[in-house]
């Protein structure tokens, strides 16, 4: 291989060198380059390369398992979470849910394998945990994950969050915030369309599950919420 040859150049003449070519010879700068500027690009535009190929958007996958899993940069481990969500490829699922168990887990690599995640699939398993991230500490996280949440039908996640509710691993400052962002998702569906009677109209199922759940909702909120979040739930829930 050319010793010279920059990452950038390989992706944009990789229809020039062939698809696996161009696959082979970035792998070989992950592999064998020190520069770690070099080995990041390498590992982008791999994941770029793959996707119009099958087989290579497989071969991609592992390649960039194993530096998610073992390489000790972790630049590079962030890069490699990265482009597992531009090959959306659903087997990466399983990988970086066991890094997200890993404890403890740097935080740059924690954000980089939630977005990850949330590009390749954004489902029920998914969506739990971005939830169980809720009580982060670190804002980028909680507020990462407060947005894709927010961007979920309002149905799904008022029962999403319910559900978290009975979670008894949650501490209260947890289910704090779950009833928190809750109460969010309601005001913005009244405040959207300018009616307080919106929810009650047209999301009946919605205020029957609060209604249904009112005891454990009312639990959380008077032992850990503030008055005036106190006062939204319990205006909707009666």
Same mark, same amino acid.
């Given at each position: 291989?050319?010793?010279?040859? +920059?990452? %950038? =150049?390989?992706?944009?003449?990789?229809?020039?060198?062939?698809?696996?070519?161009?696959? *082979? %010879?970035?792998?070989?700068?992950? /592999?064998?380059? @020190?520069?770690?500027?070099?080995?990041?690009? $390498?590992?982008?535009?791999?994941?770029?390369? #793959?996707?119009?190929?099958? +087989?290579?958007?497989?071969?991609?996958? =592992?390649?960039? =398992?194993?530096?998610?899993?073992?390489?000790?940069?972790?630049?590079?481990?962030?890069?490699?979470? @990265?482009?597992?969500?531009?090959?959306?490829?659903?087997?990466?699922?399983?990988?970086?849910?066991?890094?997200?168990? +890993?404890?403890? !887990?740097?935080? =740059?690599?924690?954000?980089?394998? %939630?977005?990850?995640?949330? @590009?390749?699939?954004?489902?029920?398993?998914?969506?739990?945990?971005?939830?169980?991230?809720?009580?982060?500490?670190?804002? $980028?996280?909680?507020?990462?994950?407060?947005?894709?949440?927010?961007?979920?039908?309002? /149905?799904?996640?008022?029962?999403?969050?319910?559900?978290?509710?009975?979670?008894?691993?949650?501490? *209260?400052?947890?289910?704090?915030?779950?009833?928190?962002?809750?109460?969010?998702?309601?005001? $913005?569906?009244?405040? $959207?369309?300018?009616?307080?009677?919106?929810?009650?109209? @047209?999301?009946?199922? !919605?205020?029957?599950?609060?209604?249904?759940?009112?005891?454990?909702?009312?639990?959380?909120?008077?032992? *850990?919420?503030?008055?005036?979040? #106190? *006062?939204?739930?319990?205006?909707?829930?009666?």
């Amino acid at each position: 291989m050319n010793k010279k040859i +920059q990452p %950038l =150049e390989i992706y944009k003449r990789s229809e020039e060198f062939g698809l696996k070519n161009s696959f *082979n %010879l970035l792998t070989e700068i992950i /592999e064998t380059d @020190k520069n770690d500027n070099k080995r990041r690009e $390498s590992i982008k535009y791999l994941g770029l390369i #793959s996707n119009n190929s099958i +087989q290579l958007k497989k071969e991609c996958f =592992e390649t960039l =398992e194993n530096i998610l899993v073992s390489d000790d940069k972790i630049e590079i481990r962030c890069e490699a979470a @990265k482009s597992l969500g531009r090959i959306k490829y659903e087997k990466a699922l399983k990988s970086l849910n066991w890094v997200l168990e +890993q404890k403890p !887990i740097n935080n =740059e690599i924690k954000i980089s394998v %939630l977005k990850a995640m949330h @590009k390749i699939r954004f489902e029920e398993p998914e969506i739990k945990l971005f939830i169980n991230e809720l009580d982060s500490e670190v804002h $980028s996280i909680k507020d990462f994950v407060t947005i894709q949440l927010l961007s979920l039908k309002h /149905e799904q996640l008022i029962d999403l969050l319910l559900s978290a509710l009975k979670n008894k691993f949650f501490s *209260n400052k947890h289910k704090t915030e779950v009833i928190r962002l809750m109460g969010y998702e309601l005001s $913005s569906i009244n405040i $959207s369309f300018e009616d307080t009677n919106y929810i009650k109209i @047209k999301h009946p199922k !919605i205020l029957s599950d609060l209604i249904k759940n009112k005891s454990i909702l009312m639990e959380v909120i008077t032992q *850990n919420l503030r008055e005036e979040d #106190s *006062n939204l739930m319990d205006a909707v829930t009666t």
